[in-house]
């Protein structure tokens, strides 16, 4: 119906009926009381179990000292009506069942509560108290992945729904630390998720950076990546209050903000129409609030620290609880290998200390580089090597031991295809518009996402991903089979393949050299300075690494000026003149 033409909710629903899809079911099908409450005994059993497997003869915890906080947050600003309505907008439409009216409705009603609201935020603020009605949670298990036995209570998830309210609050106060901590610079440098101006797709950057420089000098990268189990819910409550004070700097009514923000937190599990009965929380950060993936992080500081202590290099996601160590190893260097096992014995031992297990299964080793060294490498790894794998899935990446990514192309062709024939399948009833819609939602999704990772790659594998955006273009423009393509995209104004890859490179140099972009990614730039004065010296060229070895030199992340520089939009040619291969 035309009063639906920009409600992409219903867009999508319909698309789903007409190709009878069901949503994932995110619960037992056959919902009752008594599944209700086995899921909460065993999300309560599950925790208990992995606090008590942890090791308590270890002694007591002695962190690192990172730094004696030079700057201390002991109270909070009062906000005002703009910077409610800003939280506002960038609040979603869940409602939790504890809400006394819908979240949509709440909203719109705002203007007439609108300075009720605001005194409730700003009284808690100012007190440093947490109300005890925010503190209970509705948990609504969701299965980890869609096609997962649904009758297995370990194949859930819990996700905190928690009151809007609490939202709103929880939003000013993260608004207020995240900006103390960024402005006294007290995040973890290689620390990605849930930062401004950080992704999957910089994480990944970086390291596979990394990885090619060390190919560049014919060294061998052992690439470990760490899954923890549960993390968010094994969270210690007084080693968490701890960080905040002892590291972060928070004192004060702040301090105590976040204390009865985390003590006297409870939960009841809802299934349809049932509900569980109220459980008590004794430790954790509530997946699904807007401070969970804060405190974890903070949680997680002095990690850091331990690992930079044994010369190896690392990068976490907080979101996908996944830590990355790695470390470069030359021909000359044999001792390299027992740094990364002290390393990996040294994070173990600080996990156990903090009530944070490692998930062994799904912890894997990659090794990268030619192919005879990796032979000599594997032998020096002992047990180790058992968990080496030729390809392993980093951040939703599939990375092999040559870097060639071709198992992710594979990968990322076979997907769109199954999207893009499910979309020539109900293309009759679409108009052109929503069809572009869905081309870009399922699509380019897969097409675009981390494909700064693929520039330097041979321009056959490329192609693969290139007749994938052809046929997409063919389906929404109902184009012939052997029809010229360039027209087609010029009338779509897509651009293709390569250009998308070079033009992601790009973007993120313009904002590497603006600060729009992580200091991990600003590092990898350097300017480039004549040895004599010359006409571009005021031009902001920009280093090219020299690659030893040509094979791989063409890969690393160099910032390579494209010929296809000067038919960019104009704010990116203007960032930098960049130095020409």
């Not at 203007?111 to 935020?121: A, G, K, P, Y």
């Not at 992704?199 to 990394?210: G, I």
């Not at 050299?513 to 480039?528: D, H, K, R």
Request: proline share 4%; with cysteine; glycine share 4%.
């Amino acid at each position: 119906m035309i009063r639906n033409n920009n409600n992409p909710r219903i867009l999508f629903r319909t698309i789903n009926q007409l190709l009878h899809f069901s949503p994932a079911s995110n619960g037992p099908v056959n919902a009752s009381l008594s599944i209700c409450e086995e899921f909460a005994t065993f999300f309560n059993e599950k925790m208990t179990d992995i606090r008590s497997s942890i090791s308590k003869t270890l002694g007591p915890i002695q962190d690192p000292a990172l730094f004696s906080p030079q700057y201390t947050m002991n109270s909070f600003n009062k906000i005002n009506k703009v910077e409610l309505h800003k939280i506002l907008s960038c609040l979603g439409n869940a409602t939790c069942v504890l809400d006394p009216i819908p979240t949509y409705f709440f909203k719109e009603v705002i203007e007439n509560i609108f300075l009720m609201v605001l005194d409730i935020v700003n009284l808690s603020l100012a007190t440093g108290v947490f109300p005890e009605t925010f503190k209970t949670a509705v948990i609504k298990p969701q299965l980890k992945k869609h096609n997962l036995d649904s009758s297995v209570l370990s194949n859930y998830r819990p996700i905190s729904n928690i009151p809007f309210m609490s939202k709103i609050l929880e939003k000013a106060v993260f608004r207020q630390i995240n900006d103390f901590l960024m402005g006294n610079n007290i995040y973890e440098k290689f620390q990605s998720g849930f930062r401004q101006g950080h992704s999957t797709e910089t994480a990944l950057v970086k390291v596979v950076n990394d990885l090619r420089i060390s190919m560049d000098i014919n060294n061998i990268s052992v690439l470990v990546l760490l899954d923890l189990s549960a993390a968010f819910d094994t969270v210690d409550h007084d080693i968490l209050l701890n960080r905040l004070k002892e590291y972060t700097g928070l004192t004060g009514t702040v301090l105590n903000w976040f204390k009865t923000y985390l003590k006297g937190r409870k939960y009841f599990i809802s299934l349809g129409d049932h509900v569980s009965g109220v459980h008590d929380i004794h430790f954790g950060v509530p997946q699904g609030s807007v401070l969970g993936p804060l405190l974890f992080s903070l949680y997680m500081l002095p990690l850091g620290k331990i690992i930079a202590e044994h010369g190896v290099s690392f990068h976490s996601y907080a979101d996908d609880t996944q830590l990355c160590v790695y470390i470069s190893v030359g021909p000359e260097d044999p001792g390299a290998v027992n740094k990364l096992v002290n390393c990996l014995a040294g994070i173990v031992s600080w996990m156990n200390r903090h009530f944070l297990k490692l998930n062994e299964d799904k912890s894997e080793i990659l090794l990268v580089g030619n192919e005879l060294q990796r032979k000599k490498v594997l032998n020096s790894l002992g047990n180790l090597a058992l968990q080496t794998k030729t390809e392993v899935k980093n951040l939703g990446v599939i990375l092999d031991s040559e870097l060639t990514f071709k198992a992710h192309i594979d990968n990322v062709v076979k997907t769109a295809f199954f999207h893009l024939r499910n979309i020539a399948r109900v293309r009759p009833f679409l108009n052109f518009e929503d069809a572009k819609k869905l081309t870009h939602a399922f699509i380019f999704s897969h097409l675009d996402y981390c494909n700064a990772l693929l520039i330097g790659l041979p321009k056959k594998t490329i192609e693969r991903l290139q007749l994938v955006q052809n046929a997409a273009a063919r389906v929404v423009t109902h184009a012939r089979k052997f029809a010229h393509i360039t027209p087609i995209f010029a009338d779509l104004h897509w651009l293709p393949v390569s250009f998308r890859i070079d033009y992601k490179i790009l973007l993120l140099v313009f904002k590497a050299l603006n600060g729009q972009a992580p200091l991990y990614i600003s590092e990898c730039l350097t300017v480039y300075i004549p040895n004599r004065s010359l006409r571009s010296s005021g031009s902001t060229l920009l280093n090219i690494p020299m690659a030893k070895y040509k094979k791989y030199g063409q890969a690393a992340f160099c910032f390579y000026a494209p010929k296809t520089w000067n038919k960019l939009p104009i704010n990116i040619r203007q960032a930098s003149s960049l130095k020409s291969s």
